[in-house]
Structures are given as C-alpha cells and as structure tokens.
C-alpha cells in the first residue's frame, strides 16, 4: 500500500536525499520545513507535485497547524535539526534553548500530532534522526549531543508507549555524512576522522534513505525501541 511518508527537514541535505528516496520507491512523501514558499528548494519540491507544509517545529501551534493538512501519516522521519556549535563554556543560553528547542521538543511535538492519527491505524512508524554524538558526545557540541541523545530516550520511551497500536519507533544514529558542512572541513580533519571509519569513507545521505526504507518496509517489524549507528564502523 503506499504510504503518506512525513519528512521533517526534508526540502534540503539528507531530509531531500529521504524525500527522493521514498517518491522513488512509490510512496508518496509530504515535506515539513521553515523555508519560505518561495525559496529555491521549496520551488522544486513543488515541481515535483510533492506537498510542502512550512512550519517552526519548535512551535506547538505551528505544528499543529501544518498537521491539519494530513489525513493519514503511515511514517513521520524526524529529521529537522540545527546545530549550534561552541565550547561548554562559551555556549550562550540563547544557542543551548534553540538546539534542544528544535531538535529534541521539535521531534516530540511532531510525534504527538503523528501518534494522534496512527493509534487509529493498523500499523505506522516513527524514525527519529538522531547522531553518533548522541551516544559518543563531541566537543564543542554539548547543545547539539544532548539533543541528540534526548532522542535516543524518546524513542526509547514512544517504542513501550505505543507497541500495542502497532507503531514502531526507532532511531537512525548516522555517523559523519557527506554534506555540504562535512566538505568545508580542511583536510587534515577529514583525514582524521576517516582514520576512525573502518569503511574509510563518509556516509551518503542516501545510506540514511535506504536504512529507512527497510525500517518501513514491513520486513522489520519486530524491530522498535532500537538506536541503529550508521557510522561505516567508526571507533
């Protein structure tokens, strides 16, 4: 059956490489982003007759509102998030509170309005995106780290609240990916992280999209509750 697949994040970087994936193998994917309706990605989503819902998930009337648009959700990806980066002691309160603000309650506030309608249905699914940092930590990022571990709790927690409607949650902890953001770093630090990849190589956003597919495939339904590291075998 196809599925009505949310994607938070999803009109750029690997909530895009997601979106593309699941248009691809035949579901239909509906996009919850902040950009304006007339930026250059949201225009080629459109293009592409994929749904697009602007809203501040760190918002919970905003939220609201953008899930007032959708009927049935079979799959919510949480995959919205920002990164503010800084030493402990360096870190502003302003830096700290918008970091949990949309990664962590931003997640939370997606999956209430997601559990609302699948407690309704035969079977749905969560996927939080969370990192390695989220288990490992990473100076410089402690906002960052411990939103990305306040994930791997939720998940944790919604995976026993709603195993008896059927929901299946689980996080996807990726390790370094190949963006944008992992390009502009100097090489010396590319190579010394890549040291620590046994693959030796950066993830793909499109490894992410295939890790989800088979989450929501129906073929691993008896896995919820779980953190899966998609790392290459980083140590």
């Not at 390695?132 to 960052?144: R, S």
Request: aromatic share 6%; hydrophobic share 45%.
């Amino acid at each position: 059956m196809n599925k009505n697949v949310i994607v938070t994040g999803g009109a750029s970087g690997i909530g895009r490489a997601i979106v593309a994936y699941v248009k691809q193998q035949g579901d239909t994917p509906i996009v919850i982003d902040c950009l304006a309706p007339d930026h250059e990605a949201v225009t080629l989503l459109k293009a592409q007759n994929i749904v697009y819902l602007r809203a501040d998930v760190s918002s919970g009337d905003s939220v609201k509102e953008a899930f007032s648009c959708i009927d049935r959700i079979d799959v919510l990806v949480n995959n919205a998030g920002i990164a503010r980066d800084g030493l402990a002691l360096r870190l502003s309160e302003s830096d700290w509170d918008t970091v949990l603000a949309v990664n962590l309650k931003g997640a939370f506030l997606c999956s209430q309005q997601a559990l609302k309608r699948m407690i309704r249905q035969d079977k749905s699914y969560i996927i939080n995106i969370s990192s390695i940092v989220g288990l490992h930590g990473n100076p410089g990022q402690a906002n960052y780290a411990a939103s990305k571990a306040g994930l791997i709790a939720l998940t944790k927690t919604l995976a026993q609240e709603y195993a008896s409607r059927n929901i299946m949650v689980n996080a996807i902890a990726p390790g370094f990916i190949k963006t944008p953001m992992t390009e502009r770093l100097s090489l010396e630090v590319q190579e010394n992280i890549l040291a620590r990849i046994a693959l030796k190589r950066f993830g793909t956003p499109e490894d992410i999209a295939y890790l989800i597919s088979f989450l929501i495939s129906g073929h691993a339904d008896y896995i919820t509750g779980q953190v899966i590291s998609l790392d290459g075998g980083m140590f």
